[in-house]
């Protein structure tokens, strides 16, 4: 595994999940892995209802990962092919953010690429159970991280594509 994956992934923790940063190189080598060490961080035991796990943490730094994965064409399509763009798609990263925050009538998307970016990262969020608002907030600093680190991005999405996995 490279240095770059495990240096971007801490850079997107430090944005979107700083209170799990000191996990991230263990949890990121796992999901490059694959397989069974990617599927063992979506597994959690069942426990007493109402009761507190400890040995079951929810870490939501792998919801991020997955969503990141599987939101893969929608980032490529963001970021093109100019990593020379991204002060402009983080101008209209805010510019979209101000218009979805107003909740002003739907219109055309006038940036469809960014428009899905933002899309599938939030489903796969919300399937995870992350609550609607704390979804809004996540995906959007996911989004701006994944465009100012377009070339760690990359990397990542060629060193861990997505797989099936059980919900």
Avoid: C
């Avoid at 923790?13 to 060490?37: M, R």
């Avoid at 093109?80 to 402009?88: C, T």
């Avoid at 979805?100 to 739907?106: F, L, S, V």
């Avoid at 608002?133 to 996540?138: A, T, Y």
């Amino acid at each position: 595994m490279s240095d770059e994956v495990v240096g971007w992934a801490v850079r997107l923790a430090e944005g979107v999940t700083p209170d799990e940063a000191e996990l991230v190189p263990s949890l990121t080598v796992a999901y490059v892995a694959g397989g069974a060490s990617r599927r063992e961080l979506f597994t959690r035991t069942d426990s007493a209802p109402g009761g507190f796990d400890v040995t079951a943490p929810i870490v939501l730094f792998p919801h991020v990962l997955v969503a990141v994965s599987l939101a893969g064409p929608a980032i490529w399509a963001a970021l093109g092919g100019n990593l020379s763009s991204v002060s402009s798609l983080l101008k209209n990263l805010g510019d979209l953010w101000d218009r979805r925050r107003a909740k002003a009538a739907p219109e055309e998307p006038q940036l469809p690429e960014l428009s899905r970016l933002i899309d599938a990262i939030s489903a796969e969020l919300t399937a995870a159970g992350v609550p609607p608002i704390e979804s809004e907030v996540l995906t959007f600093r996911i989004v701006r991280a994944l465009i100012k680190d377009g070339a760690g991005t990359r990397a990542f999405l060629a060193a861990a594509p997505p797989e099936e996995r059980k919900r």
